[in-house]
């Protein structure tokens, strides 16, 4: 085995050439009769932070465990380095895992604790009592060496367990919600150190989270999964920006979603009818994959914008410096939420779903001192609108 | 009291919750007591309620009593033998219990548990039988220990489940992620067992070996059942002394059970709380 720490090589900026270290094809697990896995195919490569995130029962923490080999697929095969191992043992696959609770082995002190792996794998005395030291300097554990683990902190013992999963060089560290157990705070910090150290060591990380912002904070790629099926591998950037559905805009950040009744491509893109907005004229001339052209049934195509990208001003502004084909809202002042950086405006639209706003404080400014149920517009640019497969329930 | 007022959760200011406790404690240990400082009481009869002056000729004369001697010998050796293979039957019968399902599960738990609840007498005579009935070759001749190995069966009958029990209670709390990280840092089943479940049982383990000690060691009834001339246990042996006439040597005799037993759960307390504070 190679020292991963040894190496100075910083991570490459782009890992998008590496190859890949686990392939996942075909993977179905079925339990009785509930299917927790639907062919699911993702290749994570080498060195990268790749989240896994999704709902809880989503199957992303027994795609962990098919990995890390607590569970064997029911259809499908996982390469390692191009190897089978869909059948291997999990105490002889080149693979740990940082388990949610820790699992710090209680009677054990933290030295022993780190170096139970090695003591497993009969290295000498010298080689493991140095890999130990090296281990938890890089998590920052060296004075805690003779500690029990109750004497440590929740932080500490989830250093325990990362120094004790990493002495052993693993190809692929498995991480199943590791930070869920921290207080807030704590939490913050410990996100940036995940990938410091990450960076330091240089192993492929597999993060399991239902926390959008924790994925999209840390993971270089997230595979978006619901119930089941994989929906959506992509940067954080791409999944934010260009979601495949419904579903994945709706959990990476939030959307509003309006129904269509009708779509027809013409010359200048799609024509598009829906209830509540009219018919609309976007310049969107491929139709993205999931959605057919035509009458739409129930399931059929959404229109969705994110509040991000609404704008707001007052009903009687003359002055609107909006586009004039942007869509545009009519609706009554709702609750102005403040939070830091930029606020949230609701705008309220009688019976229909209310609108929200995030916006600036220089757009805050002109709503500041009117009252509730001042008529506003919302508006919101058609680049910004999103035609998607209704993939919400 | 002119301190400040009574809180509702203050049970122990409250003079009424003070005399049932009271009353409690006279009830629980006041025949203790009285038993223990009447075995240093210097009068012919153990009944006797008046104090005579103090004397220890009669722990003296209980342990020259030879046959009271053998009966402790034989209670000794009954209890250790027990213990050892209860807790090892009961730490094998609670793994399995935890650990795996298979079909009618829940009746061979309650099969398990079933001679917690059956009345000792009836156990004490469906033993005798059934070593009657398979003609168990414990006759006057044969040779000690193995004359008490009805007695040692059936006391590892009546006290295994007890000590499944206890054991199963302390695997419930089990972290079965430890498991799985031991095996992921590459452990196989065994040392998986070695390393981190068998650490895990030891404080169960050792409160099953107590419990299962102390049960065989003051048992009468299932004993009495299945004792013969030769192979008389402690209590068993009491209880006909008394029969014939209760002395102060009986008191010294049944004091020294009482601080053999009190030893005992001290070191097993002291032992448990160490390991606990260490650990836990």
Known sequence: ???????????????????????????????????????????????????????????????????????????????????????????????????????????????????????????????????????????????????????????????????????KQPRVLLLDEPLSALDAKLRDAMRLELVKLQETVGVTFIIVTHDQSEALAMADRVAVLESGRLRQVDTPSALYQKPVDAFVADFIGRVHTFSTTQIELNNEGAKIQTTELGTLQ???????????????????????????????????????????????????????????????VEVTRGDAPSISAIVDHSALASLQDKPLGTPVIAHCDQQNLMLLPDTLK | MNRNPKKPFEYSRKWSMRFVFLITMVFLYAPILVLIVFSFNNSRRGGNVIWKGFTTKYYAKAFANEELMLAFANSMTIAVTSTIVSVFLGAMTAIFLWRFRFPFKPLAEGLVSLPIIIPEICMGVSLAMFFSQMGWWTTGNTPWP???????????????????????????????????????????EYRVFKDILLPHMKPGLIAAA??????????????????????????????????????PEINAASTLLIVLTLILTFLALRYQRLTDAKHD
């Open chain 1, 1 to 167: 085995m190679t020292n991963p720490s040894a190496d100075n090589n910083p991570k490459p900026i782009n890992t998008a050439l590496n190859k890949p270290i686990v392939s996942l094809r075909n993977i179905g697990k079925q339990f009785g009769k509930v299917v927790a896995l639907e062919d699911v195919n993702i290749d994570i490569r080498e060195g990268e932070i790749f989240a896994l995130l999704g709902p809880s029962g989503c199957g992303k923490s027994t795609l962990l465990r098919i990995i890390s080999g607590f569970e064997t697929p029911t259809t499908g095969e996982l390469l390692l380095d191009e190897q089978d191992m869909t059948r291997m043992p999990p105490n002889k696959r080149p693979v740990n895992m940082v388990f949610q609770s820790y699992a710090v082995f209680p009677h054990m002190s933290v030295a022993d604790n780190v170096s139970y792996g090695l003591k497993m794998d009969r290295l000498a005395r010298d080689e493991i009592n140095q890999r130990v030291s090296t281990v938890l300097e890089q998590v920052h554990l060296q004075d805690f060496k003779d500690r029990m683990p109750d004497q440590l902190s929740g932080g500490q013992k989830q250093r325990v367990a990362l120094a004790r999963a990493l002495v």
């Open chain 1, 282 to 344: 976007l310049p969107i001339h491929t139709l993205p994959p999931g959605v057919q052209a035509g009458a739409q049934t129930e399931k059929g195509a959404v229109l969705a914008f994110r509040p991000e990208s609404v704008s707001i001003s007052l009903a009687d502004d003359t002055s609107n410096n909006a586009s004039h084909d942007a869509l545009k809202l009519p609706g009554l002042l709702g609750d102005v939420a403040f939070q830091g950086q930029h606020s949230i």
């Open chain 2, 146 to 188: 193995l004359n008490l190995s009805n007695i040692i069966l059936a006391h590892i009958t009546f006290s295994f489940p007890f000590a499944a029990m206890v054991i199963r209670t302390r695997l419930q709390n089990f972290n079965r992620e430890m498991e799985e990280a031991a095996k992921d840092l590459g452990a196989s």
């Open chain 2, 210 to 247: 107590l419990l299962t000690f102390t049960l065989s060691l003051d048992d009468f009834v299932i004993t009495f059942f299945t004792s013969g001339p030769n192979t008389v246990t402690f209590p068993v042996k009491i209880y006909s002394m008394v029969r014939f006439s209760i002395t």
